[in-house]
Every structure is written in structure tokens, then in C-alpha cells.
């Protein structure tokens, strides 16, 4: 089982970035997928779920009206469209992969927005 995020970076605030999550290792179309983060000294926190067939998601209200989570199931990959970034979105991001209490993490990939 593998999820190998991409597409972090150094962004301004107000700009916009696009995080992927290529899973490989298990059924993809099977699992619901989320998008977490962590900022340092502060815990882990959900941003974004989708289901499995990609047509519920579920926001934070830290996200909502600026990130998007969307799936390609033929590709195996989740989605992470954020837009307005802001500051205090500075913080790695984890995708998930989540199907009965069994859970799988990818290792993350680092975003920072500067004021």
C-alpha cells in the first residue's frame, strides 16, 4: 500500500496550488479518501472528504468556498484544488485512505504561504 502526495510548495497568499495523492496497493474505488493537515505544534486536522465514488465531500469551515477535494478513480488519485491560500494554511498536507477503521496515510507534502 502506497499514497505518495505531490505538489506542495512556496506560495504568496492569494495564490493557488494543487495537491495530488497517487494511490497504489489497494482497491482506490473502494476507499473513502480525505485530505488532512498539520501545522506545526497544532494537530492534525481534517480539510476535505470524498466518498468513494467521488460524489459527496464533506468541507472544514476553514475550507469551504476555496479548496475543492475531487477523485479520478481510473487514476488512482485524490485531489487537493486550493485557491485564496492563505497564512495560516501553512502546514504539511496528508491524504487518507479510510475503508471500515482500516486506514492508510501517505508522508505528506509541505505547503507554506507567505504573507
Known amino acids: 500500500v502506497q499514497l505518495v502526495e505531490s505538489g506542495g510548495g512556496l506560495v504568496q497568499s492569494g495564490g493557488s496550488l494543487r495537491l495530488s495523492c497517487a494511490a497504489s496497493?489497494?482497491?482506490?474505488?473502494?476507499?473513502?479518501m480525505s485530505w488532512y493537515r498539520q501545522a506545526p505544534g497544532k494537530e492534525r486536522e481534517l480539510v476535505a472528504v470524498?466518498?468513494?465514488?467521488?460524489?459527496?465531500?464533506i468541507y472544514a469551515d476553514s475550507a469551504k468556498g476555496r479548496f475543492t477535494i475531487f477523485r479520478d478513480n481510473a487514476k488512482n488519485s485524490v485531489y487537493l484544488q486550493m485557491n485564496s491560500l492563505k497564512p495560516e494554511d501553512t502546514a504539511v498536507y496528508y491524504c487518507?485512505?479510510?475503508?471500515?477503521?482500516?486506514?492508510?496515510w501517505g508522508q505528506g507534502t509541505q505547503v507554506t504561504v507567505s504573507s
Open positions: 487518507k485512505a479510510a475503508q471500515l477503521g482500516r486506514n492508510f
Open positions: 496497493g489497494f482497491s482506490f474505488s473502494t476507499y473513502v
Open positions: 470524498i466518498d468513494e465514488g467521488g460524489g459527496s465531500t
